[in-house]
């Protein structure tokens, strides 16, 4: 059973994300069906990927009808006030990083307090921060803002998870710590976007050794 403050995040994390998935969506001119679906897909998956890994046996999201309605206020809200096409992308995005944040922290929790160790809490919580918003690229038929060399992202979700699993293992995890935690993961990974920090490629090419020292701390 979640505490308030985990349902809380919980159901923060699902808002966000599902509002960069009906961003998505709106973008790409999916009808308002489409919409909801991809919302739903986006800030259900990680929470469902997690709750299957743990042996919770059925998941949050389908034991409780209260995780079905951030999805839906977020395909409303979009479809309401989501008028500006060029905004779509900024929005999306921070919307993502809202929601990743929040999720590398109540994955990580739940991970422990279901008899997890520490280093495989923090691997679970990176896997139900960045879960949701694979499922949502794949899709929509999106390269994964997973597999871009652009922005720090799957180390920004790893940081939250593993900064939450070593603030629960020493007794200092609490709302505050969590918030805290939050604001530096969206915070690096808004900064990361600005400013264009790349990590390697998988394999570097001739020539890429100059480019990657140029691109860190080059803003905008």
């Known amino acids: 059973m979640l505490t308030w403050v985990q349902l809380a995040m919980d159901l923060a994390g699902v808002f966000f ?13 999916f009808d308002i ?4 679906m991809l919302g739903a897909c986006v800030g259900l998956g990680g929470g469902i990927l997690r709750d299957l890994v743990i ?12 995780y079905l309605l951030p999805p839906v206020l977020a395909t409303l809200l979009v479809y309401r006030f ?3 096409e060029h905004r779509y992308r900024n929005a999306l995005t921070a919307f993502d990083a809202a929601g990743m944040a929040l999720f590398c922290i109540s994955g990580t929790q739940i991970a ?5 160790n520490p280093v495989a ?14 499922i949502r690229d794949v899709v929509a038929n999106e390269d994964p803002q997973l597999f871009h ?35 530096l993961v969206f915070a690096l990974r808004m900064l990361s976007l600005y400013y264009r920090w790349e990590i390697p490629l998988a394999a570097r090419r001739p020539g890429e050794r100059g480019r990657e020292h140029r691109s860190v701390g080059t803003a905008s």
Do not use: K
């Open 17 to 29: 994300f599902a509002m960069s998935g009906s961003l998505l969506a709106a973008r790409r001119r």
């Open 33 to 36: 069906v489409g919409s909801l």
């Open 55 to 66: 042996g919770q046996g059925v998941p949050h999201a389908f034991a409780s009808p209260v």
């Open 82 to 84: 989501a008028a500006s």
């Open 112 to 116: 422990l307090e279901a008899g997890l």
């Open 121 to 134: 809490s923090a691997v679970l919580g990176l896997i139900s921060a960045v879960g949701g918003g694979v």
């Open 149 to 183: 060399p652009r922005g720090l992202y799957a180390i920004a979700a790893l940081l939250g998870a593993g900064l939450t699993s070593a603030a629960a293992s020493v007794g200092w995890m609490n709302a505050w710590t969590g918030l805290g935690i939050a604001v």
